[in-house]
């Protein structure tokens, strides 16, 4: 058997040589390891090529299109209860999957701030998944990558070195550690022994109209209601009015509720405004409150140097939520959670039953354990798409994709601006460009109307792929920028291909009887 030397290699014999197997007939499903390695090597290397030429000539397929109905009745067929192989099993891959995607790795994919998947943490995942590690604890490499993993982020933020950090999969569960950590630490009672009942006083949390979904979950799984949610209306910027964030506070207070936290926003979901977070910092250091910041993509804009006036008081937060596989373009999934309390981060979670305590000696040893930060114990090595996208990359490889994306959204929005058939809907604040079609005019319904078709033949033709929302009661097409592949004539086709669809359907509408 020919091959490298290396993980994976097979132990040197008793002699001195390589211990080694009668060789067998391949037997499909007779075990979990191959039984012929070679086959399995040119397999793997058959994956990795074709997967490469994929992201190289990622540009020359749709964005998006349809599944067939023979593939989605073969996607839903019953569990096979006999083995077909792994390389029969590769080339249905190949047929019914890699071919219809959600469409991110895409260069004209800007819907719901997706990240686009950098190569180089493609290849970290595949080696986390050889390595496969628990990242619960205990002395061992990974550990360590995600230890100072966390200490690089602390850095690019401008946090300091003892903020408590874990990775999550994502700013829903950064939101959900965040907000627990803040539960605990502001409410009146012991909230772990005693639960949320024993508050003498409802438990409050408050945040903009313009707050992510994942927030409202947070606040219903920690078992505070809906209804302790406060929404704050915004200003014209689509920022959180914080004189109407103090005037709620303080009738909150009146009327005998306990206000906690408060959530502000490091560039929104639908529109990418950024809350006045050190106004923010502000009110919630002469209330008492907690103040926890999402910065789900609008954080690393930090990055930026020129960017970070309009992020003043990030560091001031008393948690930070954010992700890396949306503005820092790695595969899915990996996000993150700053809590400036460590001793209360850990408390929230911390639990340990026997088979996780201590040893004198040993890789149980080892003091660090990110199960007592946050809600899983089994975690996937996340860390190692970081670790190694940047040493390839730095900082500062990062930081031009990030530039040069919110300069992409200033762009497209003086094109939108000059365009006599088109709409800007809010302003751009980073990477965020929401806009409609409006042509000849018409009544709001017929507006939305023709725009929701315009968004629908752009996505199904394949062509380009931004979302929507809706804007002071309009449906607009919303352009979310998180790809480190997209050109400037991206931008261009996506105009005129909006402005002649929008031409066109008003058109044919004014033709109907």
């Known amino acids: 058997m020919k091959g490298h030397e290396g993980p994976g290699a097979a132990a040197p014999g008793h002699d001195g040589g390589l211990a080694t197997e009668p060789a067998r007939e391949p037997s499909a499903g007779a075990g979990l390891d191959p039984d012929d390695w070679s086959e399995f090597r040119a397999l793997a290397h058959r994956m990795v090529d074709d997967v490469i030429e994929g992201m190289r000539t990622v540009r020359d397929r749709p964005v998006w299109q349809s599944v067939p109905a023979d593939v989605l009745a073969r996607l839903r067929?019953?569990?096979?209860?006999?083995?077909?192989?792994?390389?029969?099993?590769?080339?249905e891959f190949l047929r019914d999957i890699i071919r219809y995607p959600r469409g991110n790795t895409?260069?004209?994919?800007?819907?719901?701030?997706?990240?686009?998947?950098?190569?180089?943490?493609?290849?970290?995942?595949?080696?986390?998944?050889?390595?496969?590690?628990?990242?619960?604890?205990?002395?061992n490499a990974a550990t360590l990558v995600e230890e100072q993993v966390l200490d690089w982020l602390k850095a690019m933020l401008g946090y300091e070195r003892c903020w408590s950090a874990v990775l999550t999969s994502g700013c829903s569960m950064s939101n959900l550690v965040a907000l627990a950590v803040a539960r605990s630490a502001r409410a009146p009672v012991d909230i772990r022994r005693l639960g949320v009942a024993a508050a003498p006083?409802?438990?409050?949390?408050?945040?903009?109209?313009?707050?992510?979904?994942?927030?409202?979950?947070?606040?219903?799984?920690?078992?505070?209601?809906?209804?302790?949610?406060?929404?704050?209306?915004?200003?014209?910027?689509f920022r959180l009015d914080v004189a109407a964030l103090e005037r709620a506070i303080a009738s909150d207070r009146r009327a005998g509720g306990q206000p906690i936290v408060v959530i502000g926003n490091a560039g929104t979901v639908?529109?990418?405004?950024?809350?006045?977070?050190?106004?923010?910092?502000?009110?919630?250091?002469?209330?008492?409150?907690?103040?926890?910041v999402?910065?789900?993509?609008?954080?690393?804009?930090?990055?930026?140097?020129?960017?970070?006036?309009?992020?003043?008081?990030?560091?001031?937060?008393?948690?930070?939520?954010?992700?890396?596989?949306?503005?820092?373009?790695?595969?899915?999934?990996?996000?993150?959670?700053f809590v400036?309390?460590?001793?209360?981060?850990?408390?929230?979670?911390?639990?340990?039953?026997?088979?996780?305590?201590?040893?004198?000696?040993?890789?149980?040893?080892?003091?660090?354990?990110?199960?007592?930060?946050?809600?899983?114990l089994t975690r996937r090595f996340r860390a190692l798409k970081v670790w190694m996208a940047l040493k390839a990359h730095g900082v500062a490889g990062f930081e031009r994709s990030i530039r040069d994306n919110v300069r992409q959204a200033a762009r497209l929005a003086?094109?939108?601006?000059?365009?006599?058939?088109?709409?800007?809907?809010?302003?751009?604040?980073?990477?965020?460009?929401?806009?409609?079609?409006?042509?000849?005019?018409?009544?709001?319904?017929?507006?939305?109307?023709?725009?929701?078709?315009?968004?629908?033949?752009?996505?199904?033709?394949?062509?380009?792929?931004?979302s929507h929302s809706v804007i002071g009661g309009s449906f607009v097409i919303r352009v979310a920028i998180t790809n480190h592949r997209s050109r400037d004539d991206d931008f261009d086709a996506l105009v005129v291909d909006v402005c002649r669809l929008g031409r066109e359907l008003q058109t044919a509408y004014s033709q109907q009887p």
């Open 77 to 91: 067929e019953a569990v096979p209860e006999t083995a077909i192989g792994l390389d029969a099993a590769y080339d």
């Open 106 to 139: 895409h260069p004209r994919f800007w819907g719901w701030v997706n990240g686009s998947g950098a190569p180089a943490g493609v290849l970290a995942d595949f080696l986390a998944s050889a390595m496969n590690p628990s990242v619960g604890g205990f002395e």
């Open 340 to 376: 400036r309390d460590a001793d209360a981060h850990r408390r929230t979670f911390s639990t340990t039953p026997t088979y996780l305590s201590g040893m004198r000696a040993g890789p149980a040893s080892y003091g660090s354990s990110f199960a007592d930060l946050g809600i899983e």
């Open 294 to 337: 999402d910065g789900a993509f609008g954080a690393l804009a930090w990055l930026c140097p020129e960017l970070r006036p309009q992020l003043r008081g990030l560091q001031r937060a008393d948690s930070l939520a954010f992700d890396l596989h949306k503005w820092m373009y790695l595969p899915y999934d990996v996000g993150c959670v």
């Open 270 to 292: 639908n529109t990418g405004a950024i809350d006045d977070l050190d106004r923010l910092a502000d009110v919630c250091t002469s209330e008492g409150l907690w103040l926890h």
């Open 201 to 237: 006083r409802p438990l409050l949390a408050y945040a903009s109209t313009e707050a992510h979904s994942s927030v409202q979950k947070a606040i219903e799984l920690l078992g505070l209601g809906t209804e302790a949610l406060r929404l704050i209306p915004v200003d014209r910027s």
């Open 414 to 466: 003086s094109r939108i601006e000059a365009s006599a058939d088109l709409e800007l809907a809010a302003p751009v604040a980073l990477n965020v460009v929401c806009f409609r079609f409006v042509g000849e005019g018409g009544t709001a319904e017929e507006l939305d109307r023709l725009n929701r078709e315009v968004l629908v033949r752009l996505q199904t033709s394949g062509v380009a792929m931004p």
